[in-house]
């Protein structure tokens, strides 16, 4: 394993995943936070950003595999990151088959040399025909922690990140989703860093105190999180804001 974050279980929730857009749409709000924030090793950025180590994303297994192969990935990076969800992006044979996708990509990326982060979203079990679909009177996010793909992700990746990020203005039901995931990861390996979802709009405009307050219910149990500013990159002043607040906690 790569040794990208010297002392990472000295800063337990200050760890971050971006990608370039979404730092240079806080830089415009504050440059400072930004810099501080995402301008060192401590930050993985999905396309690179100076100071900050460089990962890349991948949808799909299968294409991280031509890539390998073709050598198209750039040297620079370190990381690389596998997003399997209930979308296109993801072959459906890939999504149908979430613990076989998952071991694939983590093999070919440790014997690569990159440090591996599987960013799994529980809407895999949604998929039609999936064999981990919710039984009755079962949530989505019961059939996700039920179907094993939390501990797959665990035992064969350096990191996982799980998206509750929807859940965020509920802290409660936010901490809890976490922790059953970071406990099933951890049973597995207990070294793997777990980290978890947030966003200034996943699906309603976030608050900074809605940030402040699910990024608080975690800190004891997380590594780090993936922030997110939605897919138009709203509101990064909310962002840039709540930022401020953890270095000022940090400091």
Same mark, same amino acid.
């Given at each position: 394993?790569? @040794?990208?974050?010297?002392?990472?279980?000295?800063?337990?929730?200050?760890?971050?995943?971006? =990608?370039? +857009?979404?730092?240079? !749409?806080?830089?415009?709000?504050?440059?400072?936070?930004?810099?501080?924030?995402? +301008?060192?090793? @401590?930050?993985?950025?999905?396309? +690179?950003?100076?100071?900050a180590?460089?990962?890349?994303?991948?949808?799909s297994?299968?294409r991280?595999?031509? @890539?390998?192969?073709?050598?198209?990935?750039?040297? =620079?990076?370190?990381?690389?990151?596998?997003?399997?969800?209930?979308?296109?992006?993801?072959?459906?044979?890939?999504?149908l088959d979430?613990?076989? *996708?998952?071991?694939?990509?983590?093999?070919?990326?440790?014997?690569?040399?990159?440090?591996?982060?599987?960013?799994?979203?529980?809407?895999?079990?949604?998929? /039609?025909?999936?064999?981990?679909?919710?039984?009755?009177?079962?949530?989505?996010?019961e059939?996700?922690?039920r179907?094993?793909?939390?501990?797959?992700? !665990?035992?064969?990746?350096?990191?996982?990140?799980?998206?509750?990020?929807?859940?965020?203005?509920?802290?409660?039901?936010?901490?809890a989703? =976490?922790?059953?995931?970071?406990?099933?990861?951890?049973?597995v390996?207990?070294? =793997?860093?777990?980290? *978890?979802?947030?966003?200034?709009?996943?699906?309603?405009?976030?608050?900074?105190?809605?940030?402040? *307050?699910?990024?608080?219910?975690v800190?004891?149990?997380?590594?780090g999180?993936?922030? *997110?500013?939605?897919?138009?990159?709203?509101? /990064?002043?909310?962002? !840039?804001?709540?930022?401020?607040?953890?270095?000022?906690?940090?400091?």
């Amino acid at each position: 394993m790569l @040794d990208i974050w010297p002392g990472y279980e000295d800063a337990v929730g200050q760890r971050w995943v971006v =990608v370039p +857009g979404t730092i240079r !749409a806080i830089a415009e709000v504050d440059a400072g936070v930004a810099e501080r924030v995402f +301008g060192s090793s @401590d930050a993985i950025v999905l396309g +690179g950003w100076p100071g900050a180590t460089t990962g890349q994303a991948w949808a799909s297994s299968a294409r991280f595999a031509e @890539d390998v192969e073709t050598g198209s990935i750039p040297k =620079v990076v370190r990381v690389a990151m596998y997003d399997p969800e209930n979308w296109e992006q993801t072959p459906l044979a890939e999504r149908l088959d979430p613990h076989g *996708s998952i071991e694939a990509f983590c093999a070919l990326a440790r014997s690569n040399g990159y440090f591996v982060l599987i960013t799994p979203h529980a809407n895999l079990v949604s998929v /039609p025909e999936s064999i981990h679909a919710p039984r009755a009177r079962e949530t989505r996010e019961e059939a996700f922690l039920r179907s094993g793909i939390v501990e797959v992700s !665990a035992a064969n990746a350096d990191a996982v990140e799980i998206q509750p990020q929807k859940m965020q203005r509920d802290p409660p039901a936010y901490r809890a989703f =976490v922790e059953a995931t970071a406990r099933l990861a951890r049973e597995v390996k207990p070294d =793997v860093q777990v980290m *978890s979802g947030l966003s200034t709009h996943p699906g309603y405009p976030a608050t900074t105190e809605m940030l402040r *307050s699910a990024w608080t219910s975690v800190r004891d149990i997380v590594d780090g999180h993936y922030l *997110s500013l939605g897919r138009h990159r709203r509101l /990064p002043d909310v962002a !840039a804001a709540f930022l401020s607040e953890t270095l000022r906690t940090r400091d």
